[in-house]
C-alpha cells in the first residue's frame, strides 16, 4: 500500500484521458452525455486502474525477495537440516568415528557385508568395477544363500494356507486367492529385488570363465534338471509365465554356485 501515492499522476492521466475521449466522442457523435453517466465511466476506468496496479503489486511482492528482517522458513529448515548433519558427521553415537570416514571405508573395502551384498553388487555393476575373482566368488555364494532363504520363507507361508482347514466351496475358492496371490508376491520380490543382481553375476562369472577357457555344464538328472529350471529363470519373462518347476529360485543358487566354485583364484 505504500506505492500508491507514486500510482496518484496515472490515476489523474488515465481519468482526464477517459474524458477527453467521451468529450471527442460526444462532439463527433452531436449527442450530449449527462453528468452522471460520465462521472459513472470515469470511476469505472478509475476503479479498473486501481485493480491492476493492485494485482502487479502484489505480483512483484510475491516473487520478490522477503521483506528486512524476515528468513523465509526454507532458508530456517535447510540450515538446521545442515546442522543436524553436521554434528552427526562429528561424532557418532558411540563416542569419536566419523560417519564420513565410515561410509569410505565400506565404498573402498567392496562387497564385504552380507546384508549389503545385494547393492554393492549393483554398484559394482553401474560403476563398472572389476573385482577380485574371489571377492566375486564370496559375493556370489552370499548372494545364493539369500535366494534360497527367500524362496524358503515363500514355502513356509504356502504350506500354512494349505493346511487350513478348507470345508465348502466358498473356502476352497478364498485358498486358491490366497495361493495365486502369495506366487504373484514372490514373483514381484524376485524380479525387483534378486533377479538383476542374478544377472550381472551370470554374465562376470561367464565371461571370466570364458577368459580362462573353463567349460562349466550342467549336471545330469536329477541334480541337473533343477539346475536347468533355475537357469532359465534369467532368460524368461517370469512376470508372465511364473516360476517354472519346483523351487525354481532353488535351482539358480545351485548354478550360481556350481559357476562360482568353477572359477579359479
Not at 92 to 110: A, E, H, L, M, Y
Not at 114 to 131: L, Q, Y
Not at 203 to 208: A, G, I, T, V, Y
Request: aromatic share 4%; hydrophobic share 40%; glycine share 10%.
Amino acid at each position: 500500500m505504500a506505492r500508491f501515492p507514486s500510482a496518484s499522476p496515472i490515476l489523474v492521466g488515465l481519468a482526464m484521458l477517459s474524458c477527453t475521449v467521451i468529450l471527442a466522442t460526444e462532439s463527433a457523435s452531436c449527442m450530449k452525455i449527462q453528468t452522471g453517466p460520465l462521472l459513472t465511466i470515469i470511476g469505472g476506468f478509475v476503479i479498473a486502474a486501481l485493480g491492476v496496479f493492485w494485482h502487479v503489486h502484489m505480483a512483484r511482492t510475491e516473487s520478490g525477495a522477503a521483506p528486512h528482517g524476515v528468513v523465509p522458513s526454507v532458508k530456517l529448515q535447510s540450515e538446521e537440516k545442515e546442522k543436524t548433519l553436521t554434528n552427526i558427521g562429528d561424532k557418532s553415537p558411540s563416542g569419536g568415528i566419523s560417519v564420513g570416514q565410515d561410509n569410505d571405508k565400506n565404498t573402498s573395502g567392496g562387497i564385504q557385508d552380507v546384508d549389503r551384498g545385494s547393492d554393492s553388487i549393483t554398484e559394482t555393476a553401474a560403476n563398472h568395477v572389476e573385482m577380485p575373482n574371489m571377492e566375486l566368488k564370496k559375493s556370489t555364494l552370499v548372494f545364493a544363500n539369500k535366494i534360497r532363504t527367500f524362496e524358503q520363507s515363500y514355502d513356509s507361508k504356502r504350506e500354512q494356507i494349505v493346511r487350513m482347514h478348507v470345508g465348502g466351496q466358498a473356502e476352497r475358492e478364498g485358498q486358491t486367492l490366497e495361493l495365486k496371490a502369495l506366487d504373484a508376491e514372490k514373483i514381484a520380490e524376485f524380479t525387483k529385488t534378486f533377479l538383476p543382481n542374478a544377472q550381472f553375476l551370470h554374465s562376470e562369472l561367464l565371461r571370466r570363465l570364458q577368459q580362462r577357457g573353463i567349460d562349466v555344464t550342467v549336471p545330469p538328472p536329477p541334480r541337473g534338471i533343477s539346475i536347468a529350471l533355475g537357469r532359465s529363470l534369467l532368460q524368461l519373462d517370469i512376470t508372465v509365465g511364473g516360476l517354472p518347476g519346483y523351487r525354481p529360485v532353488h535351482g539358480l543358487a545351485s548354478y550360481l554356485e556350481m559357476l562360482a566354485n568353477s572359477l579359479t583364484d
